[in-house]
């Protein structure tokens, strides 16, 4: 049996150290030989890359150049080819693919079109309705079907004025118009070429002229008090911006084959894609959205539920089962108890579901730059904003409540400032761009109430057991009754618990072999 096993971004894992992991190891296992064979697909298609950059930016090829492999982005869902633009005065842009194996492409196909479609579609309706919030620029899109889209501003003269023509005549005869993404042919001799089963996006590199990764300076700059005004400034700026705009459904904005944007999709977050690549079935259409908050919850509930009943490893023995269930039972009884009934069917507000350091770029006094990774953001119930969860550093289900607040505090009072300064400087004119409502006291109730750690319990498959148990259940429940309810509330999650208890028990076993022997195998 070797040593270690390989996983991504260079990471190794001992066979003691794979028996103890929460997460499907067995599945995780076969990430990186299919990261070897499409990264070595794409390689084999830099002329392509850099046919398609000229074709969005309507430049000669000889203008860009692909970087090598060395020079890749490569994250958790995305790999990022850098190509320089040398009439640019060697600017550089992207070329963003999605990465099959990680966002359940095998599972559910269609998956990368989704996540492009939504990523444009963000991009697309921030443009226009939020250009104070700092993003990078999109310069075009592809699907696998071959359907191809650019900025309109970068069309070649003519068929750039014919499309402002047509903009212009459909807002005078009333009808909707599209988006600046513009359906945008590829020539005969560009082809997408199958390119691992997703398209791409083109987007703007962020120099380092431009901000750096928070990430990067976080750990050294989160105890200083000014840098941190700064951060909580401009995003409290960001998050008031975003959410004076009260949206009709909960879903994500996508762009269609004609080029309109549609809140059309279902709410596209994280969570949902990780489950569906490890085969974990979340039954969410992908054209379905929500028009109540508690429809909404508990679909979201029901996917913590499939993760437990299709993950193999999802638990380790009949403790762990009991801890599990009875938080899953109490979180389907008690979510009525942390949602506002006014706020049952709206406002809905566009949220960035994946807002972490890395994804956040800053100048050296923290003010924020740019945000960028965008496929997960979707319109929400206004009770799900929140403030980041990584403000004190520690991991989603390892917040301590005294510690946590002391910065939450902080940072309320900043977006208390700021939204302050926003009323008094609307005029009446404006007045339907202020929402009816206090954003900062929607946070603080959501907060007072504990429907901050619902929500974030909800966001987290991990997670929500250690939040329940730590944050929710004490709620209702004191702690000396935690026997007791560990043992009554699992036979409230379904019936035949005895059934399911028994499956569980032998998709582990099964699990714990085929981990077993992949270690063996290789």
């Known amino acids: 049996m070797p040593q270690t096993l390989p996983l991504l971004r260079g990471k190794e894992l001992t066979y003691s150290a794979a028996r103890e992991e929460e997460v499907n190891i067995v599945h995780q296992l076969g990430y990186h030989a299919k990261q070897i064979r499409f990264f070595a697909y794409l390689r084999d298609r830099r002329d392509w890359m850099r046919a398609i950059v000229s074709h969005h930016l309507c430049l000669p090829s000889v203008a860009c ?97 014919l499309q402002i023509f047509r903009r212009h005549a459909l807002s005078l005869l009333g009808y909707p118009i599209p988006s600046n993404y513009v359906r945008h042919p590829v020539p005969n001799h560009i082809t ?6 997703t398209g791409y996006l083109l987007i703007e590199f962020i120099e380092e002229a431009q901000g750096t990764m928070l990430s990067d300076t976080w750990t050294d700059g989160k105890d200083d008090v000014k840098l941190r005004g700064n951060l909580f400034r401009s995003l409290s700026r960001i998050l008031l911006s975003m959410s004076r705009i009260s949206l009709p459904r909960i879903g994500s904005f996508a762009i269609d084959n004609s080029g309109f944007l549609h809140l059309a999709n279902r709410p596209l977050s994280i969570e949902i894609q990780e489950l569906e690549n ?61 949602f506002h009934r006014d706020f049952r069917r709206g406002p809905f507000s566009f949220t960035l579901t994946d807002l972490h350091q890395s994804n956040i770029f800053v100048d050296a006094q923290w003010n924020i730059t740019c945000l960028v990774d965008l496929e ?10 929140r403030p980041p969860y990584w403000l004190t550093n520690k991991g989603v289900d390892q917040l301590v409540w005294a510690e946590y607040n002391s910065i939450r505090m902080e940072f309320m009072e900043i977006l208390a400032g700021e939204e302050t300064k926003i009323r008094a400087s609307t005029r009446p004119v404006d007045s339907r761009n202020v929402l009816p ?73 099964k699990y714990d072999e085929d981990l077993r022997r992949a270690f063996e195998d290789s």
């Open 65 to 161: 150049q692909v970087a090598t492999e060395e020079n890749w982005l490569h994250g958790s869902y995305n790999v990022c080819v850098p190509v320089t633009i040398s009439c640019w005065n060697k600017k550089r842009v992207l070329i963003r693919f999605p990465l099959p194996y990680r966002i359940g492409e095998a599972f559910r196909p269609g998956n990368g079109d989704e996540k492009i479609r939504c990523e444009a579609g963000t991009y697309a309706w921030l443009q226009e309705n939020c250009p104070d919030v700092p993003i990078p620029k999109l310069y075009g899109f592809a699907l696998s079907t071959g359907e191809t889209f650019s900025r309109l501003e970068n069309f070649p003269i003519v068929p750039r004025y």
């Open 192 to 197: 997408l070429d199958g390119i691992g089963s």
């Open 278 to 338: 490890e085969n974990i079935p979340t039954d969410i259409p992908r054209d379905y959205t929500y028009s109540t908050a508690d429809s909404y919850i508990i679909d979201l509930l029901s996917i913590h539920d499939s993760r437990l009943k299709h993950q193999p490893n999802a638990l380790k023995d009949l403790g762990d089962f009991a801890y599990q269930l009875s938080a899953l039972s109490a979180m389907r009884t008690v979510f009525t108890s942390f």
């Open 376 to 385: 997960w953001a979707c319109s929400r119930p206004i009770e799900m904003l």
């Open 437 to 509: 409502y206090s954003l900062t006291e929607v946070m603080n109730r959501t907060w007072a109430t504990g429907t901050f750690w619902y929500t974030l319990a909800l966001s987290s498959p991990s997670g929500l057991f250690s939040i329940f148990h730590k944050q929710i259940r004490p709620l209702f429940c004191p702690e000396i009754y935690g026997q007791e309810f560990n043992l009554i509330m699992p036979f409230f999650w379904e019936k035949d618990i005895g059934n399911i208890v028994r499956l569980k028990t032998s998709h582990k076993k």
